[in-house]
């Protein structure tokens, strides 16, 4: 026995070990994600919205530009039952990689919808199931849970279709424009209005919960920065000031506290008003106009734009005033910027060479990137996972309208939020509870 | 005629002689023509009215001229207060803007061929949605005509491509985002990007050829002894290691064959790469590299797929990241499987699978 543990030892050393074939992949492809979502089963009084649920679901994920919807004229086999065993090998024919099953089940006003998630190549069920309820007016948003289900289980991202957008409805001519607040799902669907057109509204932005709004209003006769509950629509001024103009609200993470810009004898600065307390505290103290302030996640720094340098650029400072560094590098003028929910990233508008873009730098203004390009691009705001840019898109000359549109980070699947007439100035909420 | 009478005679001849004939002999100095240049009168108005219009000349500048270095471009660096002094420091002065020769006559301005700069393949993923004409059409929709229809003659056969439902969509490698895709005014003669260029092929991995060795007949070792040693070496090896041993191949005589080719390897990493989609990767997946341990039946199919490491990710992007590679493992494979060369199942039997999508994250 020590013989063979001799010679066991010896051909250890002397012999190359058995190397397994190693290869490394670096360039792989980038599209989308072929999925089928089969309309759902109607599991008892469901009728319509078994169809209508897989249909906000499928397009919710095609509108991400990450997925593409095989159409159900490809389909192999149907989908009979809600735990019926996949047919897999019909789904592979048709290059399906992710298919997604659900069922819907309705009594009275209540409803519930329930799905599943399946990799079709590897033939494995991707997470549990998840069952939703709810009464049937709130159909759409239980189809947006379902999409931000699967979103997150394919993606590994954060989720933002059960989201809503409040935003500037605009009408009349573009010199005699009437505004209003309105609030929509991330898509557009939904619109209820929140003000009359009596006075011109701005720049409305959610709180950190979505319970309230802050707003600029003319309703005063000059610029004001108002407080909306959203569940009441009651409506208060803040930091009222005799001979001052308030604008550009931003809620910080918290919720507790409001920075803003504050003009007075023509120079504006920045103001942080505790809400509860309505103490007021000065942020800057420059000649030059500091505006457009937004709260890093974490609540410990402000990026605003200012032009101290003599022209419009983005500068970065405490949450507690102080020295500010610049950002912004490149050519042009930069302005309106908003802290990426990740907080990894900002999004500005910038003006250059005649054009207007949307665009997103790191936090040291470093790798900043332009993603749109147009007469006017301006006002982005992100969605609750940080993925996409929502901005007010508006048309050169008389009849040009504001518009909105939404973009991916990554400069790809530029779209339109269609809405019912112009619109501008949209302000994401967080993921709905 | 005394002697002395003669001598300065004939002296007085020589100096005559030398006086009447000595530029003949000793000079041919031709003497230069007279240059005559006609001249005319001015007054001093006249003289200072010539000066004044006449170009001034550059002062000689005894040093050389050493041209000035151009100002690095300024670090962004966060403004002072406007209320700050200026400090008194001498800036230096700018790069002369350097200009190009006069020529003598207007010359032609080169142009490109094309009345329109170089564009990227377009990739229809890019604003997928089309936008409303009424919007913004030139910033969206702003490929050329083509100057030659693309239509079928009117007597030409229809022919219609049978196209499957559910094909996958082009990809591209280069990401046009709107920003660069409208930037028409700036003229481009050259690709203002280009592809990665391709890691190096992995080197296949050489392995000892075993060369069969001739023996003669009455030396064929009896199996059953050869077993015996075989299992007895085996186990010792699996005690002296600690290593259990694996399913595949463990114990199987698989065929070695000659070692695998940079081709084959090659092919092989091609026939997985077309189906390694992380278009849908979460942007910390993307920073996430996977290591797959796949396991292949002789038959090319894949039977097992496992990741066995990860780096640059947390756990929920890296498990992401293996389901992208998983699925490209098992979705190219097919029916059929992978095309491998059966004679060297054993160095494909089991592969070690790196999938690094460093190099396409978007950031």
Known sequence: ?433 | MDRGTRLSAGLHVGLILWIALGDFFFSNDVPPPIEAASVSLITDAQLKGLEARAPKADKPDDKPKVAPKPKPAPKPQPDAPQTAPVAPVAQPLEAPTPTAPLAAQEQPIPVPDSPTPAKPRPIDRVAAVPVDDKTDTPEIADTPTPAVSDQAAPDAPVVTENKPAASPQEAAPVIVTEAVDTKVDAPQLAPTSSRRPQARPEKPIEKPVEKPVDLPADAAPDPATDQAAADAIAAALAEATDAPATDTGAGQNLPEGPPMSGSEVEGLRIAINKCWNVGQLSSEAMRTVVTLRVEMSEAGKPTSVEMTSYEGGSDASAQKAFEAGKRAVMRCAGANGYDLPADKYGQWNVLNLIFDPAGMRLR
């Open chain 1, 1 to 433: 026995m020590t013989l063979l543990r001799l010679i066991a030892a010896l051909v250890l050393m002397t012999l190359p070990a058995h190397a397994e074939l190693t290869i490394r992949f670096t360039d792989g492809e980038i599209e989308p994600m072929p999925f089928a979502a089969p309309n759902f089963i109607d599991e008892g009084g469901a009728g319509q919205f078994a169809t209508d649920i897989a249909r906000v679901v499928a397009s919710d994920l095609q509108g991400t530009g990450l997925f593409r919807e095989v159409g159900a004229e490809a389909y192999i086999s149907q989908i009979t039952s809600f735990d019926a065993p996949i047919a897999y090998a019909d789904w592979k024919a048709i290059n399906t990689q992710a298919l997604i099953t659900g069922a819907v089940q309705a009594s009275g006003d209540q409803i519930s919808v329930k799905f599943r998630v399946f990799d079709v190549f590897t033939g494995e069920q991707l997470g549990d199931g998840l069952q939703f309820a709810g009464t049937q007016a709130t159909w759409r948003r239980m189809a947006h849970k379902v999409a931000d289900a699967v979103y997150s289980r394919i993606t590994g991202e954060g989720a933002y279709f059960d989201s809503r957008v409040v935003f500037v409805a605009e009408s009349g001519p573009k010199n005699q424009r009437q505004k209003r607040l309105a609030v929509m799902d991330y898509d557009g669907a939904n619109v209820q209005y929140l003000t009359d057109s009596s006075s011109i509204v701005l720049a409305p932005r959610f709180s950190p919960n979505g319970d309230r709004i802050l707003f600029t209003s003319y309703a005063s006769g000059f610029p004001q920065i108002y407080l909306m509950d959203v569940g009441t629509l009651a409506v208060r001024a803040l930091g009222e000031q005799p001979g001052t103009m308030t604008f550009s609200p931003r809620f910080s993470p918290d919720g507790n506290r409001v920075a803003f810009a504050l003009e007075r004898d023509g120079n504006s600065d920045l103001y942080l008003l505790d809400l509860a307390t309505m103490q007021l505290t000065q942020l800057t103290n420059s000649p030059s106009i500091e505006t457009a302030p937004s709260f890093s996640p974490d609540g410990s720094q402000i990026v605003f734009e200012s032009d101290r340098s003599g022209e419009q650029q983005i500068y970065i400072m405490s949450a507690v005033g102080g020295e500010a560094t610049r950002v912004s590098n490149g050519k042009g003028r930069y302005g309106t910027p908003v802290w990426s929910p990740r907080g990894d990233m900002i999004a500005f508008t910038k003006q250059n060479e005649g054009r207007f873009h949307i665009g997103v730098m790191m936090t040291d203004g470093g790798e900043e990137r332009l993603l749109t390009s147009s007469f006017l691009d301006e006002g982005p705001t992100w969605a609750p996972n940080g993925r996409v840019i929502m901005f007010t898109r508006e048309s050169a000359g008389a009849e040009g309208q504001a518009q909105l549109f939404s973009v991916d980070v990554t400069g790809r699947n530029l779209r339109q939020i269609v809405t019912e007439g112009p619109s501008s100035d949209p302000a994401w909420s967080p993921l709905l509870p």
